[in-house]
């Protein structure tokens, strides 16, 4: 059965205090490794998609990475507005079915 | 463009009573997801609709939940009798092919059953 696991729960930064979370993932076959944003309150928002192993992307302080078991979302020099839940799902992409399927997520909180 | 939508935003009603959620997806998006949380617990998958056909409900609990989606537009989701274990955060997402992959996400209905 597919996995995800997300490290640490929780997460205290200063501002400007580099950082990175962990998703560690088992799946039979990854069609796709998502990373969302959520705030309290509203629903995921979508950051980064990574399909294979040494792929990156980067959007403003954030940097998601994979490798063939995990991915990180390095958080450079954060700021208080990167405070929220970092979310990461796995697609089980197989015989016409499309699903998600999530970790349990990171709180993030960065302080001034 | 105009995000999903979804109505209500926050619905509490009694053991035993039935509540409809409604999703509006992203306009001329075919595919159409539910999704939850409960308390404590990772979103969780419940079904998908391509188009008004259900592609996979693999997800739902039970038959106490009837997902619809009547001309491949907006969907409801109804919960028949409601019980204590329903309640929870239900997403909606959305998305218009399957290559690419990412999900759309509504801001949620959070469903209290007391």
């Known amino acids: 059965e597919d996995q995800v696991t997300q490290s640490p729960e929780a997460l205290r930064l200063q501002e400007g205090e580099s950082s990175s979370l962990n998703c560690s993932y088992t799946v039979s076959g990854l069609r796709g490794l998502f990373w969302y944003r959520q705030d309290p309150g509203k629903g995921p928002e979508f950051l980064f998609t990574l399909y294979s192993a040494g792929e990156e992307k980067e959007k403003e302080r954030l940097k998601a990475t994979l490798t063939k078991k995990e991915s990180f979302l390095h958080i450079t020099a954060p700021k208080p507005e990167d405070s929220a839940t970092y979310l990461c799902?796995?697609?089980?992409?197989?015989?016409?079915?499309?699903?998600?399927?999530f970790g349990a997520g990171t709180r993030l909180a960065v302080h001034p | 463009e105009a995000g999903v939508t979804q109505f209500p935003s926050h619905s509490v009603i009694e053991k035993g009573q039935t509540v409809t959620l409604r999703c509006d997806p992203i306009?001329?998006?075919?595919?159409l997801y539910w999704y939850r949380r409960v308390m404590g617990k990772e979103i969780k998958f419940l079904l998908h609709f391509v188009k008004e056909s259900k592609q996979d409900e693999s997800g739902m609990p039970n038959n106490r939940f009837l997902a619809e989606r009547t001309g491949g537009t907006y969907s409801t989701l109804k919960v028949q009798p409601a019980e204590l274990e329903d309640s929870g955060v239900y997403f909606c997402?959305?998305?218009?092919?399957?290559?690419?992959?990412?999900?759309?996400f509504g801001p949620g209905t959070r469903l209290t059953v007391t």
């Open positions: 997402a959305s998305n218009a092919g399957l290559i690419s992959g990412e999900q759309y």
């Open positions: 799902a796995v697609r089980e992409f197989s015989g016409g079915y499309n699903k998600l399927i």
């Open positions: 306009s001329g998006h075919d595919n």
